[in-house]
């Protein structure tokens, strides 16, 4: 099973970028996946998540209306389109699938790392002020 990250760059402080993450190996169509970033020096940070029926999202507060997050599940691949981008946002972003299905968390859950069973290699993302 993999998880390839794509889509990461360098924008300015306004712009906007949409994240792909496709998988391969097995269909991730029916599972918890989710978007977490690292800054330099610091720790993995929950930046979004998707339930295993795409009918629910969480969101940190930090991407409360500027990220969306969403799936393809006939291309089986995740997506994070990020727009109104701040310098804050620099980090590596990487995506992670629950490789249970149809399984349902409380909501905390979504937006822990142990949760997640299988992770992308991340694609970096760099916005300049």
């Known amino acids: 099973v993999q998880l390839q990250a794509s889509g990461g760059g360098l924008v300015q402080a306004g712009g906007s970028l949409r994240l792909s993450c496709a998988a391969s190996g097995r269909t991730f169509s029916s599972n918890t996946m989710g978007w977490f970033r690292q800054a330099p020096g610091k720790a993995r940070d929950f930046v979004a998540a998707?339930?295993?029926?795409?009918?629910?999202?969480y969101y940190a507060e930090s991407a409360k209306g500027r990220f969306t997050i969403s799936r393809d599940n006939v291309k089986n691949t995740l997506y994070l389109q990020m727009s109104g981008l701040k310098p804050e946002d620099t980090a590596v972003y990487y995506c992670a699938a629950d490789k249970n299905s149809r399984r349902v968390y409380i909501a905390g859950a979504y937006t822990t790392g142990g949760t997640y069973d299988y992770w992308g290699q991340g694609t970096q993302v760099t916005v300049s002020s």
């Open positions: 998707l339930s295993w029926s795409g009918s629910t999202t």
